[in-house]
């Protein structure tokens, strides 16, 4: 059976979402950043990069956001998550590949600029300006990134959840999404789900 560690709030809210849609059983083991549990020695062994999600499976340990949503998907071919066809692959990819290194990037600025500077003014510096990058990653992402209603179109995908996490990062920085009406309206979707509503109550987001 699959097993998510998560933290909650973290950036494993899209797996989570993800799991409900399968809807087969999984375990959950909850890792709270918060209590410094991702760094202690057990959590270390399962991931050395210390960070939530990871996903265990059969076949091992798996970490990074985009590499856990793409494989829950893939071995649930029935449930039709994953897009068919090399190229509509390579656009969901892209798309997660845009959210990890840049917009969750530029959110982990407002807390962990000590990662990029040591100087104090430089990580004052950099947390000011995240709303202004992530207004920008919305931007991009309104225009380039979203087709609409979903994130590769008509059809819901494993990308979606991923997509949800944007408003959470943006809201959390006082960037509304009101001006960028597909993101608001993909939101909006997202909340509607059972899946969402299931995994928001666990998170206490609700
Ligand atoms: N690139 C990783 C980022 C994971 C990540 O940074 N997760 C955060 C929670 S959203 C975390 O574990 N933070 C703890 C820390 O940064 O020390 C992914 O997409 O899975």
């Not at 050395?48 to 494989?71: F, Q, S």
């Not at 656009?91 to 959210?99: D, H, K, S, T, V």
């Not at 100087?119 to 510096?125: F, L, P, V, Y």
């Amino acid at each position: 059976m699959l097993k998510l560690y998560y933290s909650k709030g973290s950036s494993a809210v899209a797996a989570h979402i993800l799991l409900e849609e399968i809807g087969a059983p999984y375990e959950t083991k909850e890792i709270p950043i918060a209590k410094g549990a991702h760094l202690s020695p057990d959590f270390l062994r399962i991931n050395p990069k210390g960070r939530v999600p990871v996903l265990e499976t059969p076949d091992g340990v798996l970490t990074e956001n985009p590499a856990i949503l793409e494989y829950i998907a893939a071995i649930n071919p029935d449930v039709k998550l994953l897009p068919e066809g090399a190229f509509a692959q390579g656009e969901a990819r892209a798309l997660c590949a845009y959210l990890c290194a840049t917009a969750h990037v530029a959110f982990a600025h407002k807390q962990r600029g000590a990662r990029w500077a040591d100087d104090d003014s430089a990580i004052h510096a950099m947390a000011a300006k995240v709303p202004q990058n992530l207004a920008e990653c919305a931007e991009f992402l309104e225009k380039h990134g979203i087709k609409g209603p979903w994130a590769l179109g008509s059809e819901f995908s494993f990308v979606d959840p991923y997509l949800f996490l944007m408003g959470r990062w943006a809201g959390m920085n006082n960037v509304p999404l009101d001006g960028y009406p597909k993101l608001a309206a993909h939101q909006s979707a997202m909340r509607d789900r059972a899946s969402t509503q299931t995994v928001l109550e666990r998170h206490g987001l609700a």
